[in-house]
T-cell receptor
């Protein structure tokens, strides 16, 4: 079946540091890939997405590129801020028919001043 | 626009008791999802509705969990009787359509503790 594997957290970085959160997936067909973010006390919200190979999703300074050859969708940001502290979830949605979104376990990011 | 509303925010019950959660999706969203998020794990889909019909309940423990979506709008998820392992955050989400690229909008969740 479909699955998503994320790097374990927590990840602690100093402000302005470079961020990478690794995500790899297993899926049949050509899934769509997502990063969702959960800020403290809030619900999950979509950060970015990519729907086909070599697509790059971007939002709020975050980027992720759909790499079919390595089945990866790593999240990157060049300079993190304290306000980026949150839990980040990698997810995929199977192709064809009704959407079924499979989430990874989440990676907690803490940015310290 | 108003987001996905869920209630209650927290619930503490003893095992073998019953509990119900309520969700009001974003107006006009045809697809509604209930997810279970156990501490340290990612959200797991329990049930997915398209309007008032069920399109996926393959991971719903049907001996104790039930869900309905009245008139294709609000939804209620019930657990009866609860077990200790049901302690989790129950998330409701909605999307405009059920297709694979659609963005999901999540509520803040209901945190359930079963003692």
């Amino acid at each position: 079946g479909n699955s998503v594997t994320q790097m374990e957290g927590p990840v602690t970085l100093s402000e302005e540091a470079f961020l990478t959160i690794n995500c790899t997936y297993t899926a049949t067909g050509y899934p769509s890939l997502f990063w969702y973010v959960q800020y403290p006390g809030e619900g999950l919200q979509l950060l970015l997405k990519a729907t086909k190979a070599d697509d790059k999703g971007s939002n709020k300074g975050f980027e992720a590129t759909y790499r079919k050859e390595t089945t990866s969708f790593h999240l990157e940001k060049g300079s993190v801020q304290v306000s980026d502290s949150a839990v980040y979830f990698c997810a995929l949605s199977k192709s064809g028919g009704y959407q079924k979104v499979t989430f990874g376990t989440g990676t907690k990011l803490q940015v310290i001043p | 626009e108003a987001g996905v509303a869920q209630s209650p925010r927290y619930k503490i019950i003893e095992k073998r008791q019953s509990v119900a959660f309520w969700c009001n999706p974003i107006s006009g969203h045809a697809t509604l999802y209930w997810y279970q998020q156990i501490l340290g794990q990612g959200p797991k889909l329990l049930i997915q509705f398209q309007n008032n019909g069920v399109v996926d309940d393959s991971q719903l423990p049907k001996d104790r969990f039930s869900a309905e979506r009245l008139k294709g709008v609000d939804s209620t998820l019930k657990i009866q009787p609860a077990k200790l392992e049901d302690s989790a955050v129950y998330l409701c989400a909605s999307s405009l359509d059920p297709y694979p690229n659609e963005k999901l909008f999540f509520g803040s969740g209901t945190q359930l503790s079963v003692l």
